[in-house]
């Protein structure tokens, strides 16, 4: 499961569908498309070429699943001339919008996605080093046309493999789970500001557990239902399959077909059913701390990463009074979103 844009009303969020609607993505931008251009030797250099030396200017957004990445994307987005990146390994696949919590065409307000639901369930597994490619075109496409790419996903792995100097795609710099951040690449492509939107654990683990019930009420079983394949549940999962709620609800199915929906529901049903809504949320819990842990490994390893804290703005969110739950925009454009710009902004003038 990926992040869910962080909306005061979670059921209004889930009813809005993406399906009808595709992300922008060039086919230039495709890590599976490698061709050169070719070039006359007479023809000049390009200006880009001119300035090799100065590195382009992004900005990145990290944090938990469900923290408010794409929020504050799409917030920074209508603030500045830029286009957004996706840096999600599951939310590059299309299909399955409730269960991966991909952006909502409305949601995006706009603002063009790069990388976002471009790949087929079928395709194979986009790694890294695809990811870095991929990625890399579509930073170089975006600061053609003058705008700053914003990137945003919760898969680090992705922003390490797209952000390092020195990248072996054939290591994963997470992959022990220490604390030791010496496989991090500290030099960066880039001229980065990195921006991490966190919550305090008890806050977000809180409104996890809550976003993981809208999301069953909104559509996410059915969704899931009609995702379900008896064959490929029993094959090596790859790219999209591994996106939380699938291999929970897969064993549900195989129990309980989807296509039998005339059967009766008993109370082994029911546990069953519970069962897997309950993995889901803890398996929910796992990927959110282990995305904090890889924020902090990048941090140690000298990565220069400004935290901003969207505590506050969560808690109203949850309250019960609707205008306590109101006054959470407020909150957020306060402790989240101007703190941002300011820093967005030291990024763009400083030369």
Not at 25 to 36: I, K, V, Y
Not at 73 to 97: C, M
Not at 191 to 205: A, N, P, Q, R, T
């Amino acid at each position: 499961m990926t992040e869910l844009n962080f909306l005061p009303l979670l059921s209004d969020r889930l009813s809005t569908t993406t399906a009808t609607s595709p992300s922008f993505s060039s086919h230039s931008l495709l890590p599976f498309t490698r061709r050169r251009r070719r070039q006359h030797p007479n023809q000049p250099v390009s200006v880009r070429m001119e300035q090799s030396r100065r590195k382009d200017k992004i900005v990145v957004i990290l944090g938990a699943t469900g923290a408010g990445k794409s929020r504050l994307s799409v917030d920074l987005a209508t603030r500045f001339p830029s286009e957004i990146i996706n840096s999600d390994k599951i939310q590059v696949y299309e299909g399955l919008e409730i269960t991966t919590n991909q952006i909502t065409i409305p949601d995006r307000r706009g603002v063009p996605h790069h990388l976002l639901g471009y790949l087929r369930p079928e395709d194979g597994e986009l790694s890294a080093g695809d990811f870095r490619i991929a990625a890399s075109n579509a930073v170089s496409d975006i600061t053609s046309r003058k705008k700053v790419p914003i990137i945003a996903g919760g898969s680090n792995s992705f922003v390490h493999a797209l952000l390092a100097e020195r990248f072996d795609p054939k290591s994963d710099p997470f992959a022990s789970g220490s604390s030791d951040s010496s496989s991090i690449c500290r030099d960066l492509r880039y001229d980065c500001c990195l921006l991490w939107v966190d919550v305090s654990e008890s806050v977000l683990f809180e409104y996890l557990l809550k976003r993981v019930d809208e999301m069953m009420d909104s559509g996410m079983f059915e969704e899931l239902s009609g995702f379900y394949d008896a064959v490929k549940s029993g094959l090596p999962r790859f790219g999209i399959r591994r996106a939380i709620g699938v291999p929970e609800f897969d064993g549900y199915f195989k129990m309980y077909p989807p296509e039998n929906k005339k059967g009766k529901w008993d109370p082994a049903k029911k546990a069953a059913y519970d069962k897997a809504v309950e993995d889901i949320k803890e398996n929910t819990l796992r990927l959110a701390k282990r995305q904090i842990g890889k924020i902090e490994k990048l941090r140690d390893a000298g990565w220069e990463i400004k935290r901003v804290d969207a505590t506050a703005s969560f808690r109203a969110v949850m309250m019960s009074s609707p205008e306590k739950r109101r006054e959470w925009r407020e909150i957020w454009e306060e402790q989240v979103l101007e703190p941002s710009v300011k820093i967005v902004n030291q990024l763009l003038v400083d030369d």
